[in-house]
């Protein structure tokens, strides 16, 4: 069986990024770099880091963000789109979290069955997520 994770948007900045073996746990970095598992980034994490960065947020990232795509491919990640079937679960998810951002992400890792790479213990929370860290 294919393993499939879906990578948070730090979990994808850490991972193009100088010094992920100190960001990165263990089990999220050999998920990464695990040749025979499948990477996926949404289109969330692109509007996340477009936003925050055109908000001066992300300035340390910058080569990182002007450079997604090339970043992604690098990692070997697809690009996950928005559905309909995302947005909905996003919205009527039973969990108090209310960042948008967060709220989409837990919403594709449960529809796709994706394990989620992340650091953010919230995620602990969201009904049908399966995340990954320590």
Do not use: C
Request: charged residues 25%; without cysteine.
């Amino acid at each position: 069986m294919v393993k499939q994770y879906l990578l948070d948007t730090h979990s994808f900045l850490w991972a193009v990024t100088a010094g992920r073996e100190e960001r990165l746990s263990e089990p999220a970095l050999s998920a990464i770099l695990d040749e025979e598992a499948e990477l996926y980034l949404s289109a969330a994490s692109l509007y996340e880091i477009a936003y925050k960065y055109k908000r001066g947020k992300l300035n340390e990232y910058e080569k990182a963000v002007l450079q997604y795509e090339d970043n992604m491919l690098q990692l070997g990640a697809k690009e996950l789109p928005i559905t309909s079937a995302h947005a909905y679960a996003a919205g009527v998810m039973d969990w108090e979290h209310g960042d948008p951002f967060d709220r989409i992400l837990a919403a594709q890792s449960a529809v796709e069955g994706y394990a989620l790479i992340t650091k953010d213990a919230v995620f602990d929370q969201a009904p049908g997520v399966n995340a990954l860290w320590s």
